[in-house]
Structures are given as C-alpha cells and as structure tokens.
C-alpha cells in the first residue's frame, strides 16, 4: 500500500491510497479549475486512471469542492454519509461551532461558512451509516463513524493501521494534534476519537496538517477528555 498526499492550499490535503493497482481517492480538496485540478493529482504522482472509489470524510467544501472534477474524471463511485448529500447537490453545508479558543481563531480567519457553487450535482453512489468493510471494493481497511466535526463525518482506518480522518483530528496553526477545533457534538467527538484509538490507529492522515503518530493521538485524546483541548 502506498500514500499520496495531494495538497491543495497552504493548510489542506487530501489523499490517495493506491494498493493491488487500484487507486482509493480519500476526500477530492477544495473548488480548483478541472486543469488545476489534475494537475494538482498528476503532480503528486496519483494515476488518475486507476481510481476505483472516491471516500468524502463529509460534506464541506475545503473535503468535497472538487468532487465534481473526481468524478468526472475517474468514473468512481462516491461512498459517503448521506449527511454529505446537501452539499453535494446545493453547496450548502452545516454551520460549526468553535470548540476552544483555536476553534474561534480558525472560525475567524480561515473558515466562516458559506454557501459555495456547485458547478454540477454529485450522487452518493454508496451511502454508508455504519462501519463498511472496504475489502469488497480493493482496499485493505474499512470505513467507521466519527461525527463530533460534523454529523457526517467518517473515517478510513486501512488494516496496517495508517487513518484519514478529514477534520476529526487536525494541526491548522502547527501547534500540535488536536481533535476537532470545530464540532456540532463534543460527546460524538470523544466517542470518535475512542472509535479511532480502539480501532488500532498507528498513524492519522489528516485534512489539516499531520500525519500524527499513535502517541500523539493519544496525547490529543487525553487533551480532549480532560481539558476540553
């Protein structure tokens, strides 16, 4: 299995897994022209060829903006919580709440929502509620439920222990792993960071900023629990 990062703004990734010559696309970056876009892919070494699935941790734009050059591109089906739809298919998306005093800098500067263009209508192809063995479709690992950012959002956690988290877990100022400074459910986010660390999650991929190794997911966990942090 092999990892590529696909950065797309100073502070976003999104990524592809390729193993078995199949490509699983985790989350597609925010809104870029198609030629940007690819470009984006090509230069970061991913076959745009071999994609097979298109996984959106949820439904927000800096995750699912260029789903519509994915999938018009790749042909892949889209799996995703079908909370993810209404941005999908209107671009709107659900509003977040600062969770701490790096929430609120992050609201304030960089992530205020707003409604954004959908250039063209993207289906859900394969909705999922709960944990998805993704052995089926190619891919060594599977899919769990971690809302608490949004109440769509999930997870990939591949069976070698490597996770993409979207915004579950994140870094957006370089100060280190922390859980989502953004949530509709700081219970759901405690629980889904538990989810993570009893799924034997080694090392976290995330939107913003990372990769986190097991002792700082922990050590974020901790945080959380018991500073609200």
């Given at each position: 299995?092999?990892?590529?990062?696909?950065?797309?703004?100073?502070?976003?990734?999104?990524?592809?897994?390729e193993e078995?010559?199949k490509?699983?696309?985790?989350d597609?970056?925010?809104?870029?022209?198609?030629?940007g876009?690819?470009?984006?892919?090509?230069?970061?070494?991913?076959?745009?060829?071999?994609?097979?699935?298109?996984?959106?941790?949820?439904?927000?734009m800096?995750?699912?903006?260029?789903?519509?050059?994915?999938?018009?591109?790749?042909?892949?089906p889209?799996m995703?919580?079908?909370?993810?739809?209404?941005?999908l298919?209107?671009g709107?998306?659900?509003?977040?709440?600062p969770?701490?005093?790096?929430?609120q800098?992050?609201?304030?500067n960089?992530?205020?929502?707003?409604?954004?263009?959908?250039?063209?209508p993207?289906d859900i192809d394969?909705?999922?509620?709960?944990?998805?063995d993704?052995?089926?479709?190619?891919?060594?690992?599977?899919?769990?439920?971690t809302?608490?950012h949004?109440?769509?959002?999930?997870?990939?956690?591949?069976?070698?222990?490597?996770?993409?988290v979207?915004?579950?877990?994140v870094?957006?100022f370089?100060?280190?792993?922390?859980?989502?400074?953004?949530?509709?459910?700081d219970?759901?986010?405690?629980?889904?960071g538990?989810?993570?660390?009893d799924?034997?999650?080694?090392?976290?991929y995330s939107?913003?900023g990372?990769?986190f190794t097991?002792?700082?997911?922990?050590k974020?966990?901790?945080n959380?629990?018991?500073?609200?942090?």
């Amino acid at each position: 299995m092999e990892v590529k990062t696909i950065a797309v703004g100073p502070i976003t990734n999104f990524y592809a897994v390729e193993e078995n010559g199949k490509t699983m696309l985790i989350d597609t970056g925010c809104y870029l022209n198609q030629p940007g876009w690819t470009l984006k892919c090509v230069l970061s070494g991913v076959d745009l060829g071999s994609v097979s699935l298109i996984v959106l941790t949820h439904g927000h734009m800096d995750h699912a903006g260029g789903i519509h050059h994915a999938k018009a591109i790749t042909g892949a089906p889209v799996m995703a919580h079908p909370g993810a739809d209404t941005f999908l298919k209107t671009g709107k998306f659900t509003w977040y709440v600062p969770r701490n005093a790096e929430g609120q800098a992050f609201y304030d500067n960089i992530a205020a929502p707003a409604p954004v263009d959908v250039p063209e209508p993207v289906d859900i192809d394969i909705p999922v509620t709960e944990e998805t063995d993704l052995h089926p479709y190619g891919f060594s690992g599977k899919v769990i439920m971690t809302p608490g950012h949004t109440l769509d959002a999930i997870s990939v956690v591949m069976d070698s222990g490597e996770a993409f988290v979207g915004d579950t877990l994140v870094d957006p100022f370089g100060n280190g792993a922390t859980f989502a400074v953004l949530s509709l459910d700081d219970e759901a986010l405690k629980e889904s960071g538990k989810r993570l660390l009893d799924a034997g999650v080694k090392c976290a991929y995330s939107g913003h900023g990372g990769p986190f190794t097991r002792e700082q997911i922990e050590k974020a966990y901790f945080n959380l629990l018991d500073h609200n942090g």
